[in-house]
């Protein structure tokens, strides 16, 4: 099946699905994501044609209009459905928040398994889809089975790295699939990251990734405890941070992420920007949520990943305003919370 007359008429200039790439999904990464990849890729081949679709329309026109205005020759379109994208682009990456929208996207019937299901032979043995959604491996499983059974290409490659990360093109990408579509989307990733590693069969990836957020959103609390003590003893921020991360507690969470405005001067944490602009406390609070559900499952213990779970938990739900700033901002948290344990012990 060829694109519909729809689908080329949402096309100034259409190209045959080879020379074509679409992006699905434009948040804070996605948007990062999506600029290293096309700015490269144009570079490299200024008659590539770029495709993109968002559920928030207004989100895709703004994404358009900003790389044209850095990129004026730039070929980039905009598709409405999941469906369109496979129908213009012989690779799709998807960017999305979680579990529900990948099954959405993949599944429904606009979606990206029932558009492949209208290929058939070489069209299909060349497409490639690349899904960098950290969502519920059996799910990614699932949704990867039936994109193989209509004869395309799937890997789960989550990212590490963080907006900064997807700014600056230095994230790591954890793939999970086979060895020949792995092999296919090593130059495509590496516009967009600096360590790609393949972990395993399908769903891999995303065992590595929730297993990383794990230790991350663990870390993240205890620097904002650490930062916290340390400045109720005198210390100076920056000072205890040098400490931190020169010694046996040196960490991501400390070194780059540090919740404490001015502990790092030499750097812009999300604590510099009012927590903005970083990983939102919401999506760590699901990266947990996975970690929890999945431990559970497979009998695996984990206390601290509870806890940890529970704090993000509970910051959402006492200070709304922060699910969508940084996950850092759990600091602010901790810090109020030490605020009225104090103002109570006075009053007692």
């Not at 799910?139 to 004869?151: H, I, L, S």
Request: charged content about 20%; hydrophobic content about 40%.
């Amino acid at each position: 099946m060829k694109p519909t007359l729809r689908v080329f008429r949402a096309l100034e200039r259409p190209l045959s699905r080879s020379k074509s790439i679409a992006f699905i999904g434009l948040g804070r990464m996605g948007a990062e994501m999506a600029y290293n990849l096309f700015s490269k890729k144009s570079t490299e081949i200024p008659d590539y044609q770029f495709v993109i679709c968002d559920a928030l329309p207004e989100s895709a026109t703004s994404f358009r209009q900003n790389f044209l205005s850095h990129f004026p020759h730039a070929r980039i379109e905009i598709v409405h459905t999941p469906e369109e994208a496979v129908h213009t682009s012989q690779t799709v990456v998807t960017m999305l928040p979680s579990s529900p929208q990948v099954k959405s996207v993949y599944t429904e019937s606009n979606g990206i398994i029932p558009a492949l299901r209208s290929y058939e032979g070489q069209a299909l043995a060349q497409t490639l889809i690349i899904d960098s959604t950290t969502l519920d491996v059996e799910v990614a499983r699932e949704v990867a089975g039936d994109v193989v059974k209509t004869g395309a290409h799937i890997l789960d490659a989550p990212v590490s790295g963080g907006v900064s990360g997807a700014k600056a093109g230095t994230l790591s990408f954890l793939v999970g699939g086979s060895e020949s579509a792995f092999n296919l989307s090593q130059p495509l990733l590496s516009y967009m990251g600096k360590r790609i590693i393949h972990c395993g069969p399908s769903g891999a990836g995303l065992g590595a990734k929730i297993c990383n957020n794990l230790v991350l959103g663990v870390q993240q609390i205890v620097v904002g405890e650490a930062m916290l003590l340390g400045q109720k003893l005198g210390l100076d921020p920056a000072v205890l941070a040098g400490v931190i991360n020169s010694s046996t507690g040196s960490c991501w969470a400390s070194s780059v992420n540090n919740p404490v405005p001015s502990s790092l001067p030499e750097k812009s944490p999300p604590c510099e920007r009012d927590y903005e602009g970083g990983f939102a406390t919401a999506l760590m609070l699901k990266d947990m949520l996975l970690a929890t559900d999945i431990g559970d499952s497979k009998g695996s213990p984990l206390p601290l990943g509870k806890a940890a779970r529970d704090i993000y938990a509970g910051v959402i739900q006492r200070e709304p305003v922060l699910a969508k700033k940084d996950f850092s901002s759990v600091y602010l948290h901790l810090q109020r919370l030490g605020q009225s344990t104090g103002a109570q012990e006075r009053e007692s």
